[in-house]
């Protein structure tokens, strides 16, 4: 069964700062793996998407992130954070883009002054 | 285009009454979806369709009831609400055909609260 971890259930980054929030996934091929983000009473919007081709991604407000397939990882980056990035993010891992999606528990990101 | 609809936004029940939340979208996706999110617990599958007239569960369909009569609509009904089921649903959609975007849109969301 596809499964997927978000370690960091919290984390605080200092505005300008840079940012990286990690992702493992647990699945028997190669996956579709996604980064949403959610504003506190918002739903979810999606930042990037990775299927196959180039391991290093870009989404969209100038987050990256990169596949790793050797680790099982899909850690999302940002080299300068604003305050505006304060918000909830979800790693999700599905065997096609439209399928079922698994969905990690989320890391809630402050960001102080 | 909408995108995808949720209505009500906001609900509060009495236990053992039923209710169905509405789902619709415009965009002539085939695949749809409802989700639950409770804190520390990200959201988790509860029913999904691939086409008008197929449905199948997703992780906690328990006490969920779902039919897909047309492409645009996904109502998710509960049947006999229990606390366990105050949480925030969302509704998702995505094309399924060759081209298609491969990206689940999702709806504002159901925050739904049972006593």
């Known amino acids: 069964a596809q499964s997927v971890t978000q370690p960091d259930i919290h984390i605080t980054v200092s505005e300008g700062a840079s940012l990286e929030l990690r992702c493992n996934y647990s699945?028997?091929?190669?996956?579709?793996l996604f980064w949403y983000v959610q504003s506190p009473g918002q739903g979810l919007q999606l930042l990037l998407k990775?299927?196959?081709?180039?391991?290093l991604v870009q989404g969209i407000k100038g987050f990256e992130a990169e596949f790793k397939r050797s680790q099982s990882s899909f850690n999302l980056r940002k080299p300068s954070v604003h305050w505006s990035d304060a918000a909830e993010y979800f790693c999700a891992v599905g065997p096609s883009g439209y399928s079922t999606l698994t969905f990690g528990k989320g890391t809630m990101l402050l960001v102080s002054p | 285009n909408a995108g995808v609809t949720q209505t009500p936004k906001f609900q509060v029940l009495k236990t053992g009454q039923s209710m169905t939340l509405q789902c619709a979208q415009d965009?002539?996706?085939?695949?749809m979806s409802w989700y639950r999110q409770d804190p520390g617990m990200g959201l988790r599958l509860i029913h999904y369709?691939?086409?008008?007239?197929?449905?199948d569960q997703g992780e906690v369909p328990n006490g969920y009831n779902v039919s897909r009569s047309t492409t645009e609509d996904f109502p998710l009904r509960l049947l006999s609400a229990a606390p366990s089921q105050t949480s925030v649903y969302f509704c998702a959609s995505s094309s399924t055909g060759t081209g298609g975007s491969y990206e689940q849109y999702f709806g504002p969301g159901t925050r739904l609260t049972v006593t």
């Open positions: 990775y299927f196959s081709g180039d391991t």
């Open positions: 699945y028997g091929a190669t996956p579709y």
């Open positions: 965009m002539n996706h085939e695949y």
């Open positions: 369709s691939v086409g008008a007239g197929i449905t």
